[in-house]
């Protein structure tokens, strides 16, 4: 067969070779215009994301130049906002302020307060009080004679030994606090005293201990209390402002400006840098500063502005690349986002696919093309090689039995009269020609069914009724004694009862040709089947078949190696009992099979009621 396909082989595969060739050049084609198609988009969303980005370090730049006025009045006076600043200088954070209290529920500021009240009422004061209060105690009668000069003098006296004489913040706090409630008359209140609340003592005063204004420093020496100390200092703080008239909106809102806690700076910068895309940052020799930036703000006024200059349309935005934490400007890359640029990415990509799709297509009608040819040209040469061996088999097959007539009736016709030992020919005439007849009766009823043309007549009938037929068919036509038992009870199939018993004999003279035995067992059982109706086993002692087998002796023709015994048949036995059980709805298989035996497992449908 080899042979007979080898032009078309060959003329197929030069054929396809040259398409292939063809194929892949015109591939090569699209693809490189898909490579150019890109490149002219990449080209210009570089040149405008080169310029998005360098607008972008103009704008941090200048944003932080216009804060350094706010950013250094934030340190150096607690009461400016200092929200939104960082300063770092010699390794020391200045901005943005540590504003946590500290850890714990202990109050040493108020238990120095309640101490000092005491002291004053009972005129027994302690060190380090004592000087202090008696100084407080002389500018007080001053005040209540009215006596303003001299309460003035005796005040100066007192504020400045207190800022030549500092004290610890959790005494010099609470100390402050008291000389203010005990000195302040509203509008006759010392300046001295009144700008203790708020403004400070001048400079002229001197000493490590001057004071910056009990508001400034409470803020300042927050993260020395805890926040129920903290809270009893800010009450009182905020009573005495009130009752003087000084102002503390700016003061309450720097206790509430939350903290921004502790911002790490990475070490080793070299130029500005975007610090969790919240903070920008610039190093100098000894500090660095920075402030927050609204990124996301900076990035729609990028946008904007590449839209008023008609760089896209409205739909197009600047992103940034990337989302990592610490972003050196030199390393910021901006992305420019166009809708439409992604619409004609896309129709590149469409365009592209589309004409690969048709060329696979191409490729691939060409496969099936050559291949269905293939199997066309080899189904055409199995075909006929199929037909010549069934010529052929049937021919013998036909050709023995009637010559085997033909011989035992002449024979019979010669000695019958003369030898009473021949008796038996008209027996075994009558056994060949039933086996013509059977193996007629198989093709015909094999052609039929293939094509077809056999319509069921189904009727309920018995199976022990079937397993008579069968003991009765192989009564007289097989030449080995042969030994039918059968446990199938009250057993009621719907089937064709021509069909079935025609199935059942196949499966009886195949036992019989495929067996080295005697005499030959055969046995039929059957068995409900929940939800399928009745499985009937049909087992015999014969030779068994290997499991790679058992799916290939059900095809047309097929017939298995009868292991050195010739064995007569068409090769359709089988396949005429796969196509009876279709027929009927049901299935045939093996279900085991062995040097001992082989088992047909034959599941009928559930009969309707």
Request: hydrophobic share 40%; glycine share 8%.
């Amino acid at each position: 067969m080899l042979r007979r396909l080898l032009p078309t082989l060959l003329a197929l595969g030069c054929g396809l070779l040259a398409l292939t060739w063809g194929l892949v050049s015109l591939q090569r084609i699209f693809a490189q215009e898909r490579e150019d198609a890109h490149a002219q988009l990449r080209s210009r969303r570089d040149a405008l994301e080169a310029y998005a980005t360098q607008a972008l370090r103009h704008r941090l730049g200048k944003q932080l130049e216009g804060s350094i006025t706010s950013l250094h009045a934030a340190m150096g006076n607690p009461l400016a906002p200092g929200e939104g600043f960082y300063l770092q200088f010699r390794g020391f954070q200045f901005l943005p302020r540590l504003t946590l209290s500290a850890p714990g529920a202990s109050t040493p500021a108020r238990q120095h307060y309640r101490e000092l009240v005491r002291a004053l009422a009972e005129s027994t004061p302690a060190e380090p009080w004592r000087e202090r209060l008696v100084r407080l105690r002389a500018v007080e009668g001053a005040l209540d004679q009215k006596k303003a000069t001299r309460a003035n003098t005796l005040a100066e006296e007192l504020l400045r030994h207190h800022a030549t004489h500092p004290l610890p913040p959790e005494q010099e706090l609470p100390f402050v606090l008291l000389l203010l409630e005990r000195l302040q008359r509203g509008e006759a209140t010392p300046p001295l005293v009144r700008a203790l609340l708020r403004e400070g003592l001048p400079e002229d005063f001197g000493g490590i201990g001057r004071s910056a204004g009990l508001q400034r420093d409470l803020l300042r020496e927050r993260w020395r209390f805890t926040q129920r100390d903290f809270d009893f200092l800010l009450a009182h703080t905020v009573r005495l402002s009130a009752a003087l008239g000084e102002p503390s909106d700016d003061f309450l809102a720097r206790v509430r400006e939350p903290s921004a806690g502790m911002l790490v700076i990475p070490e080793g910068l070299t130029g500005p840098t975007l610090i969790g895309q919240r903070w920008y940052v610039e190093p100098l020799a000894e500090q660095v500063r920075g402030i927050t930036v609204e990124l996301d703000t900076l990035l729609r006024d990028i946008s904007q502005e590449m839209r008023e200059r008609g760089h896209f349309g409205q739909d197009g935005l600047v992103r940034l690349k990337t989302t990592d934490t610490l972003l050196p400007l030199e390393f910021l890359r901006l992305e420019v986002a166009v809708p439409q640029w992604l619409a004609a990415e896309t129709a590149i990509e469409q365009r592209y696919g589309l004409k690969t799709l048709l060329v696979a297509t191409c490729g691939a009608l060409a496969v099936a093309i050559v291949v269905m040819a293939v199997v066309a040209q080899h189904g055409r040469y199995r075909y006929v090689e199929l037909k010549s061996d069934f010529v052929a088999t049937v021919s013998h097959e036909l050709r023995t039995p009637l010559a085997s007539i033909r011989l035992l009736a002449e024979t019979l016709e010669r000695r019958l009269s003369r030898a009473p030992e021949m008796g038996d020919y008209p027996s075994r005439i009558i056994q060949a020609a039933d086996g013509l007849h059977f193996l007629v009766e198989n093709i015909l009823s094999f052609n039929r069914i293939d094509k077809g043309r056999w319509k069921p007549k189904p009727a309920r009938v018995r199976l022990e009724e079937l397993v008579a037929m069968l003991r009765s068919d192989l009564a007289g036509n097989t030449s080995v004694p042969v030994q039918l038992t059968s446990d199938v009870g009250d057993v009621e199939l719907e089937v064709d009862p021509s069909l079935l018993r025609l199935l059942l004999s196949n499966l009886a003279r195949n036992a019989c040709a495929y067996n080295r035995r005697s005499p030959v067992e055969l046995s039929l059982r059957a068995y409900p089947h929940p939800g399928h109706g009745c499985v009937v086993l049909f087992g015999d002692n014969g030779i068994g078949m290997p499991e790679s087998e058992w799916e290939n002796v059900f095809r047309d023709f097929y017939r298995l190696d009868s292991q050195g015994t010739e064995v007569h048949g068409s090769g359709l036995g089988l396949a005429l009992c796969r196509k009876i059980m279709a027929l009927h709805g049901g299935r045939i298989s093996i279900a085991s099979s062995g040097p001992e035996g082989t088992t047909f497992s034959l599941l009928f449908p559930e009969p309707p009621p």
